[in-house]
């Protein structure tokens, strides 16, 4: 959950632009579920004779899925803002032409109105996809991978975006993020509760065990949730490949993902990291927490697929 709009000069410091918009973004976001749980009356959530966890998972489903909902209802302003991205109303080049161009005809192909197409100025190879729904989406690329990939290659790395667009990934995204935020709060509060009354045998109200259960069980428990977040967001890179490869040609889609592989492409920040073309690598546990399957093994699974289908 992050932003903020500035007029910043290109001399700013990116990072401190990016610590501004996330601020900015999370104090909007309290002020508006605080109000939200006020009207609700379900703030009391802890009374003098435990939880009531009526009020409890009420406050809990507002919190995760009204946090989940609100950073994707602004994710296109969050995206724009973190790399500053121009929106090509008006394309100035044949490159930026060929592109609004290139997007149009795949989001009609794919059965989506027309995303938003954006550019962002960086050597770094990267694109996203992000918005509300597909048919409010947004599609950006960095200058830094129209210069270093073929046309080929470009319109199939656009092709996994509008995929992604198509498949509802961002919705869905935030659906099973909204889950799981509603879990881990309420969990690590029962948790938190049930250490306070049962080790402690604190009974009356709720002691100093309470709040620092609570505290540790919402971290691990929120590690855990990661995970399965993580994993379904690799499964769907699978699926925006098999969509890109459908709207471009599978073999410039394999090709786009093993030109990626030899340019190894920065990151994107934090909070995008799971909508760009390609994410960091890592080994061990840290697999478990990628946004993205390796690079190698889309190619084999796309490879697979070619095999299977003999083309």
Do not use: C
Request: glycine share 10%; hydrophobic share 50%.
């Amino acid at each position: 959950m992050r932003p903020f709009v500035s007029s910043a000069s290109v001399s700013e410091d990116p990072a401190v632009k990016r610590i501004a918009l996330f601020l900015a973004t999370n104090l909007a976001i309290v002020l508006v579920l605080s109000v939200t749980m006020r009207l609700l009356g379900v703030e009391p959530y802890l009374t003098e004779q435990g939880l009531n966890l009526n009020a409890l998972l009420i406050f809990a489903a507002v919190m995760g899925f009204g946090g989940a909902f609100l950073s994707l209802a602004i994710s296109k302003w969050t995206a724009k803002m973190s790399v500053g991205a121009r929106v090509l109303t008006d394309p100035r080049s044949p490159e930026e032409l060929w592109l609004v161009q290139t997007v149009a005809r795949q989001a009609q192909a794919a059965g989506i109105r027309m995303p938003e197409v954006a550019i962002w100025d960086s050597p770094e190879v990267n694109a996203f996809a992000t918005g509300m729904t597909k048919n409010s989406a947004l599609i950006a690329v960095s200058t830094g991978l129209l210069r270093q990939m073929t046309r080929e290659e470009a319109e199939a790395v656009l092709g996994h975006e509008v995929a992604h667009a198509a498949n509802g990934d961002m919705v869905t995204m935030a659906l099973i993020q909204g889950v799981v935020n509603t879990f881990v709060m309420f969990l690590s509060r029962v948790i938190g509760h049930t250490v306070d009354r049962v080790v402690f045998k604190n009974e009356n109200g709720h002691g100093p065990a309470f709040f620092v259960t609570m505290i540790v069980a919402e971290l691990v428990l929120g590690i855990l949730a990661s995970i399965l977040v993580m994993w379904f967001s690799r499964q769907r890179e699978f699926r925006a490949d098999a969509g890109g490869a459908r709207l471009a040609g599978r073999a410039q889609m394999i090709a786009a993902l093993r030109r990626l592989a030899s340019l190894h492409p920065a990151p994107l920040p934090e909070k995008m990291a799971a909508f760009g073309v390609a994410g960091g690598g890592g080994s061990g546990l840290r697999r478990l927490f990628m946004t993205h399957p390796p690079l190698e093994a889309r190619i084999a699974a796309l490879e697979g697929a070619t095999m299977k289908g003999g083309r």
